[in-house]
């Protein structure tokens, strides 16, 4: 017999582990990786699975781009790849919105830093991002 449920989630708290931004941080310029939004998730707060990280990304693709491709990583745009979206088709001058979603099971917390990119491949001159969201949930 499976085993039942022993406590409510009615009354917990996520709260300090939930973190988020809606700052962009960037644009790429031609076709270049670009961080286009930037997290850290601050606190001493223990890990038990992973940190649940999602993304979204709209922008408009710039001149002679051809694909697009979203990354979540660790740290920096060099750092660990915790989920790439793969390239998508896209056509120069239009709008786009991408999602992602991963796992992080080797968060550093305090203070893991996480970033969100885009490239436009191909493009010979600048996308411009309109609107991001990157979101964390420390489990």
Same mark, same amino acid.
């Given at each position: 017999?499976?085993?039942? %449920?022993?406590?409510?989630?009615?009354?917990?708290?996520?709260?300090?582990?939930?973190?988020?931004?809606?700052?962009?941080?960037?644009?790429?310029?031609?076709?270049?990786?670009?961080?286009?939004?930037?997290?850290?998730?601050?606190?001493? %707060?223990?890990?038990?699975?992973?940190?649940?990280?999602?993304?979204?990304?709209?922008?408009?693709?710039?001149?002679?781009?051809?694909?697009?491709?979203?990354?979540?990583?660790?740290?920096?745009?060099?750092?660990?790849?915790?989920?790439?979206?793969?390239?998508?088709?896209?056509?120069?001058?239009?709008?786009?919105?991408?999602? %992602?979603?991963?796992?992080?099971?080797?968060?550093?917390?305090?203070?893991?830093?996480?970033?969100?990119?885009?490239?436009?491949?191909?493009?010979?001159?600048?996308?411009?991002?309109?609107?991001?969201?990157?979101?964390?949930?420390?489990?």
């Amino acid at each position: 017999m499976p085993e039942p %449920i022993q406590v409510s989630g009615a009354n917990v708290d996520l709260s300090p582990r939930y973190f988020y931004t809606e700052a962009i941080t960037g644009s790429p310029a031609a076709a270049t990786e670009t961080i286009v939004a930037t997290l850290a998730v601050r606190g001493d %707060i223990s890990v038990m699975e992973g940190v649940r990280l999602s993304g979204y990304v709209a922008f408009t693709a710039g001149t002679d781009g051809v694909s697009a491709v979203v990354r979540i990583r660790q740290t920096d745009a060099s750092g660990t790849i915790i989920k790439a979206s793969g390239a998508v088709n896209v056509t120069a001058a239009q709008l786009y919105d991408r999602a %992602i979603v991963g796992v992080d099971e080797a968060a550093a917390l305090p203070n893991q830093v996480y970033v969100m990119t885009l490239t436009v491949a191909s493009g010979s001159a600048a996308s411009t991002v309109s609107s991001v969201l990157l979101d964390a949930l420390v489990v």
